[in-house]
């Protein structure tokens, strides 16, 4: 049984290993990348999607521009992490592939009111402007979401780009307030989970030995990116944090997490962005997200390794 789901993403070196990951797996129906604006300039991301898909022998998936900036602040980017172009590290070459002409935006609408209400999965792994946009534009749509599972927020490991805030969700917190509070099937992957898939030198080994084009342009990035993490955390390698959505749909019994309510801030400028997850169930506010804490790592680096073999 294939699973729809439409991948909303700004690539980054970690976006692309999620949709390798996923063109690499039959059970996944990739309709169409939406790119939206984060690590990297929308230009930059729509480019980098389509560069993927080729990566992957897959130049026929359709690709999207969507939104630009954020709903209603000036974008922030994250070059510093992810290089210039987003996906520094391998040498790869431009795209031939046509980006499509329609806007992602309305891509989404059209595909969530096309197929059967509750099959299709939204897969962001930027900034959520795209997917709060089609909600706002088409609120008929939100009901006909299967699943959102998304990568953004953190709580017991707080912030990555300011203290109290994850990156994906400070770039558009109004965005992504909308989304948590749409009423959809929510699993969130936090920084609390993607912290613990770090590709460790062996890790990135087997992705080099699978002597692949793909096997060695994953390497290739994962060591650009991984001197960062290095620097910042201190840690042995650096957190696969996106492939982590792709994971979930393909093998989700090899993370946990806890039923929350999940409420992000947009007032205060000190904690701009913060996912409040109420994981100790303080609040009577009803919980409206599965927030994963947890996953086994050797499980998800085994299942990533075998399919990135496959493309």
């Known amino acids: ?116 209400p509750g099959t299709v999965t939204l897969c962001p792994l930027g900034p959520l402007t795209n997917i709060a946009t089609a909600f706002q534009r088409a609120p008929d749509i939100v009901d006909r979401v299967a699943q959102i599972v998304l990568m953004g927020g953190a709580y017991f490991e707080v912030g990555n780009v300011t203290p109290a805030a994850e990156f994906n969700i400070y ?65 042995e390698g650096a957190p696969l944090h996106d492939p982590c959505v792709t994971a979930y749909l393909l093998r989700p019994e090899l993370f946990s997490g806890r039923r929350v309510n999940v409420e992000v801030e947009t007032q205060s400028e000190l904690t701009m962005g913060m996912t409040v997850a109420d994981w100790w169930g303080v609040t009577d506010r009803a919980p409206n997200a599965l927030f994963i804490g947890d996953l086994d790592a050797d499980g998800f680096f085994t299942l990533l390794t075998e399919r990135l073999a496959r493309l």
């Open 1 to 116: 049984m294939t699973r729809k789901i439409i991948i909303d993403t700004d690539p980054g070196q970690d976006d692309a290993v999620a949709i390798l990951l996923a063109l690499a797996s039959p059970e996944l129906d990739v309709l169409g990348i939406t790119a939206v604006a984060g690590n990297v300039p929308l230009p930059l991301t729509q480019k980098n999607a389509r560069i993927v898909c080729e990566l992957a022998g897959k130049p026929e998936v359709k690709v999207f521009a969507g939104c630009d900036a954020p709903l209603e602040r000036p974008l922030v980017t994250a070059e510093y992490v992810h290089g210039k172009t987003g996906l520094d590290g391998p040498e790869l070459p431009d795209p031939t592939m046509p980006l499509q002409e329609q806007h992602a935006v309305d891509f989404i609408i059209d595909t969530l009111r096309a197929e059967e």
């Open 171 to 235: 770039v558009d917190p109004q965005a992504a307030d909308i989304v948590f509070k749409s009423g959809c099937d929510i699993v969130v992957m936090p920084l609390d989970v993607t912290h613990k898939a770090l590709v460790t030198k062996p890790r990135n080994d087997a992705f080099r030995a699978l002597g692949t084009k793909v096997g060695v342009a994953v390497a290739e990035m994962t060591d650009f990116f991984e001197r960062f993490d290095r620097e910042k955390y201190g840690s």
